[in-house]
């Protein structure tokens, strides 16, 4: 049933999917010996103190229906090193249960016939297109069918501040770009590093999201969304450049190659002031037995407020093996349960997948998260993350890297940088 034709067109999706900043070998190919029927093997990035403490939820979720759960867990922030496992299991017709996946990624599987399982049945039954919000199901869905089951939102334009360190410099919460350089200038005068941040391709492109979005939430829509060569080679986007090589300048001297929940941990301890970083990082700091508003502060990016840069972690199967089905089913309801998504969400630091999940058990920075995922959808203000493959496809998003990379390591002035990225958006359209 399989046919050569779709293994063909598999290995073309892994060409043109694949990462033009990486290097990195495809991981060697997992082939199981035998396999229990109900076993549900999970292909995912979560690897992390918070990460993994999040997954633990979903993981006894899973197995409290009887399922036996095979961990694939891939490290690397942002999923890149996942998804090229995943491609190479996936073309040589050895595709997990299940794997997380981001935004366009899933489009592009789903665009090809026969890939990707089917969660419609479940769907159906537990009303998903009711309680989804519609900018989810953009991804959820494909020619109708629910092709993945969102088990949460996050979002990339957030701020995370050591409390004493900012306290030390004064207290005050940055509201403008203005007043941030001010306190990143007094926590380098209290001798720390003021911006914890970690160099690999995806972690500067996360700052990148919120710096465009700095700039107006118009201009994040007409650059990062709608890819207009104008606002793309305008005076805007050489400003995005020129605030990020300000940031550059507040970071120490051993950034490059950080994970990123290292650069966490060094605003965790103190030796570091702040991280520009998704909501993902507040689980470090909950997992460290941190507490917002006394130990740590979250704020949106000064100039983002009221806007939302969102990306959703979503499960897709595969319809590989008949014998997955149930387990895949399964799994898909377990991540869409409404208690399922506060108790994980509350972990994770992200928000629910869901409209209708009460804030009650969320702390302050998720409660926040949650009201302005709410407003920034009612308001037209909610916009897909570049950084995390909400925004567009996986070509157009490893050029954005590629440039964005290259300029905060110094290949690039603000004003060649700006031009790379009109060419290098081009050629990937
Ligand atoms: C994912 C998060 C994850 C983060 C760091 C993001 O792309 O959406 O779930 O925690 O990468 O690995």
Redesign the pocket.
């Known amino acids: 049933m399989k046919s050569q034709h779709l293994i063909l067109a598999l290995s073309a999706l892994a060409l043109v999917a694949c990462d033009s900043s990486t290097t990195e070998e495809p991981a060697e190919v997992f082939v199981p010996q035998s396999e229990p029927a109900k076993t549900v093997e999970v292909l995912h990035?979560?690897t992390?103190g918070g990460?993994a403490e999040a997954l633990e939820v979903l993981k006894s979720d899973v197995e409290s229906k009887g399922f036996v759960w095979q961990d694939m867990p891939i490290a690397g922030?942002?999923?890149d090193a996942a998804m090229t496992v995943l491609r190479s299991r996936i073309t040589s017709g050895n595709a997990p249960t299940a794997a997380q996946m981001?935004g366009f990624d899933i489009r592009d599987w789903a665009k090809i016939d026969g890939a990707v399982g089917d969660l419609t049945p479940t769907a159906l039954k537990e009303d998903w297109d009711n309680v989804v919000p519609v900018a989810l199901q953009e991804f959820s869905k494909y020619n109708e069918k629910w092709v993945a089951a969102p088990v949460?939102v996050?979002s990339t334009n957030w701020i995370w501040i050591n409390k004493e360190a900012l306290d030390a410099t004064g207290g005050k919460v940055p509201t403008t770009w203005n007043e941030l350089v001010k306190v990143l200038d007094g926590m380098k005068e209290d001798n720390i590093i003021p911006l914890a941040h970690g160099g690999q391709a995806w972690q500067d492109a996360t700052i990148f999201d919120a710096v465009v979005l700095s700039l107006g939430k118009d201009f994040y829509k007409a650059s990062m969304i709608d890819l207009n060569p104008e606002a793309l080679g305008g005076p805007k986007m050489v400003e995005a450049f020129r605030r990020m090589s300000v940031l550059r300048s507040y970071v120490d001297d051993d950034f490059s190659g950080r994970d990123?929940n290292l650069a966490s941990a060094m605003v965790i301890e103190g030796k570091a002031g702040m991280q520009m970083m998704?909501d993902?990082a507040k689980a470090e700091f909950l997992n460290a037995g941190k507490q917002p508003g006394q130990d740590f502060v979250c704020i949106r990016f000064p100039g983002t407020e009221g806007s939302v840069t969102f990306?959703s972690?979503q499960f897709v199967t595969f319809d590989i093996r008949e014998s997955d089905k149930d387990a895949q089913q399964a799994l898909g309801s377990s991540v869409m349960n409404r208690s399922f998504q506060s108790s994980f969400n509350v972990i994770?630091g992200?928000v629910p997948a869901r409209i209708d999940v009460s804030d009650s058990d969320f702390d302050d920075c998720g409660k926040k998260g949650i009201k302005d995922l709410s407003e920034a959808n009612s308001s037209g203000t909610l916009y897909g993350s570049m950084a995390?493959g909400h925004a567009a496809p996986a070509p157009v998003k490893n050029a954005v890297y590629d440039v964005v990379t290259s300029h905060f390591n110094g290949k690039y002035n603000d004003a060649e940088a700006t031009q790379a990225l009109v060419t290098a958006i081009a050629a990937a359209k």
């Open positions: 990035w979560w992390s990460e922030g942002g999923g981001l949460n996050h990123w998704g993902w990306n972690d994770k992200s995390h």
